[in-house]
């Protein structure tokens, strides 16, 4: 254990950033002026940061449908604001005043900051049980992949599909985890379930997925073969348009980043299709 002296000089030696941070407003009703926060921005020596709501849902509750699309707006003018530091007075849109903060990152501060002081972007309960319930589907869904290939393989598959399907990795200042289940000296994979019947749902799931594949391909130093493994929803006989146009996007992002795309919509077909994957060559 380390000495009192040696943790007060371990942690005097961390280095600081220090800026100043200003909340962002947007006022969607002018009569009655109420304001509510919608990101947080950091200045660090002239160079701003921001940090902006996403999740939408709680506006969905307090204003209905249509004013999402508003608080879009309302978000993607102010992150224009920031980025040409221009904050031209607005009925709509407030930049509170500036105050000193210090942190280990810019990434931690904004991080800090923003949970603390956004809560309109914090998922409802509907979305948080919905989340444990699409983590506990994703798992009953790997572990089936899994026990296909050891079941399928006539060598080792754990050398391929390990018993763990997360992974620590570097990403800019933080180590963060994420689930790449194949992992060899050759391939990477991830697995994702788009065959929700909400639009959204597979949206959420979708970008999960990217971010873990491609924070996979940028952290790999040996240029292994980078690939996603989605089970996707059946469209033949009622077809979905807002979710295929979703998974079109996707797998157009994964194309050009040079992404193998391995998908289904029955899970033996995806188990046999992964496996072959996972073990060939090309």
């Known amino acids: ?25 947007a006022t969607p009703d002018i009569v009655t002026q109420e304001r509510f926060n919608i990101g947080v921005a950091l200045d660090v020596d002239g160079q701003l ?21 508003t608080f879009k707006l309302f978000v993607e003018a ?26 280990e ?3 931690e501060i904004l991080n800090y900051l923003f949970e603390d002081t956004v809560p309109l972007n914090r998922p409802t309960q509907k979305q948080m049980v919905e989340k444990k319930e699409a983590g506990t589907r994703l798992k009953q869904l790997i572990d089936y ?48 379930l788009a065959n929700q019947r909400s639009a959204q749902s597979v949206e959420t799931n979708l970008n999960r997925g990217a971010t873990n594949i491609h924070i ?7 240029n292994k073969e980078c690939g996603v493994i989605v089970l996707s929803s059946n469209f033949e006989e009622a077809p979905d348009i ?14 050009s980043s040079d992404i193998s795309i391995i998908s289904h919509t029955e899970k033996e077909a995806l188990a046999e299709y992964t496996l072959d994957w996972a073990t060939g060559y090309n």
């Open 1 to 25: 254990m380390l000495a009192l002296d040696e943790l007060i000089k371990s942690e005097t030696e961390k280095p600081l950033v220090s800026g100043r941070f200003f909340q962002i407003q």
């Open 49 to 69: 940061y921001c940090k902006m709501m996403d999740n939408f849902e709680r506006i969905r509750c307090l204003y209905g449908e249509s004013y999402i699309n």
């Open 78 to 103: 102010a992150e224009l604001s920031v980025q040409d530091n221009a904050f031209a007075a607005s009925k709509h849109l407030h930049f509170s005043e500036r105050s000193t903060f210090k942190g």
């Open 105 to 107: 990152s810019v990434e």
């Open 145 to 192: 992949l899994r026990d296909f290939a050891k079941t399928n393989y006539s060598g080792n598959a754990s050398e391929f599909f390990p018993d763990y399907s997360d992974v620590l990795v570097k990403h800019g200042n933080y180590t963060v985890p994420i689930n790449i289940p194949v992992r060899s000296d050759r391939k990477l994979g991830t697995v994702i």
């Open 216 to 222: 996979a391909k940028n952290t790999d130093k040996h």
């Open 242 to 255: 807002a979710i295929q146009s979703k998974l079109d996007r996707f797998y157009l992002d994964m194309d």
